[in-house]
């Protein structure tokens, strides 16, 4: 079970880490607290890092007409 606090950067959208006020030793799986930083963002606003998260791709679904 999760509590969770979802932390932005100031004046955007962009999530910056989520806190988790469930002690950790209560679940095995669980989210638990994230550090400062813990995701980042290009220009535009993609997603680029997310410490959870080895290899982030995108793909554009480009439809010819």
Do not use: P, W
Request: proline share 0%.
């Amino acid at each position: 079970m999760d509590s969770l606090n979802y932390v932005y950067v100031a004046g955007t959208n962009r999530l910056e880490h989520i806190k988790d006020t469930v002690s950790a030793s209560n679940y095995a799986e669980d989210i638990d607290n994230q550090s400062a930083g813990n995701y980042a963002y290009d220009a535009i606003g993609n997603l680029t890092k997310d410490e959870n998260i080895v290899t982030m791709r995108y793909f554009c679904g480009c439809l010819r007409f």
